[in-house]
């Protein structure tokens, strides 16, 4: 079946650490997102790639990093100059860009940083 | 004012029961619009597309309003299954898609 995998699902970490958060698509999109949710707010992009080893700040990039060497992956690393780490992490895929809006989702990783 | 705004309810309802919310947005380039649903602590799902013309899909009927900036989402003869959270997404240009922060329905018996 295709689609976009995460992992971990739940992830604990202590302050000061840096953690990869894994992202796998197998739907052959070009184009692949991190976005950050938190209780009360709308999703707020952190990273994206419109293409392999390309990739774009999105409005809440400082402290993370991304890279984009293979189409199907886009790992995000939360480091530890990000203030607030604790959040749910959600990748996702399009077919077009973003252009048509319709984003395939993982089922998120849970971040806590004790 | 934010990108876009939803009411963030919960909206209380019975089942059958029919049920509509609203989502502004303040740029008025935006080019497409979208209602997505997520149920809790789960991964946001495209619901529909938002069309000039207005949508329909089964229950679920989608909304534009160009001139006052709104989309709306009404949901007829309500489920208990329809228990969720319903994002407004907003592509406001240059592939920026922008999520409300979500409106929460709770269907009940």
């Known amino acids: 079946d295709g689609g976009i995998t995460q992992s971990p699902k739940y992830l604990f970490r202590k302050e000061g650490q840096n953690v990869t958060l894994s992202c796998e698509q197998n739907?052959?999109?070009?184009?692949m997102y991190w976005y950050r949710q938190d209780p009360g707010q709308g999703l707020r992009l952190i990273y994206y790639?419109?293409?392999?080893?390309?990739?774009q700040k999105g409005d809440i990039a400082e402290g993370y990093s991304v890279s984009r060497e293979k189409k199907e992956s886009f790992p995000l690393t939360v480091t530890s100059a990000q203030k607030n780490p604790t959040a749910f992490y959600l990748c996702?895929?399009?077919?077009?860009?973003?252009?048509?809006?319709?984003?395939?989702f993982g089922e998120g990783s849970r971040l806590t940083v004790l | 004012r934010k990108e876009v705004e939803q009411d963030p309810g919960p909206f209380n309802v019975p089942e059958g029961a029919t049920v509509a919310f609203n989502c502004t947005y303040s740029?008025?380039?935006?080019?497409?619009f979208f209602w997505y649903r997520q149920d809790c602590r789960k991964e946001p799902k495209l619901l529909m597309s938002?069309?000039?013309s207005g949508n329909e899909d089964g229950r679920f009927t989608a909304q534009l309003n160009r001139a006052s900036q709104y989309i709306s989402l009404l949901i007829r003869d309500s489920k208990l299954s329809d228990s969720a959270t319903y994002l407004c997404?907003?592509?406001?240009?240059?592939?920026?898609?922008?999520f409300g922060t979500g409106t929460r329905l709770l269907v009940s018996p």
């Open positions: 739907l052959n999109h070009d184009a």
């Open positions: 790639s419109q293409i392999v080893n390309d990739f």
């Open positions: 996702a895929s399009s077919q077009a860009g973003g252009r048509t809006g319709e984003l395939f």
């Open positions: 938002v069309y000039s």
């Open positions: 997404v907003v592509n406001t240009g240059f592939q920026k898609l922008v």
């Open positions: 740029n008025s380039a935006s080019q497409s």
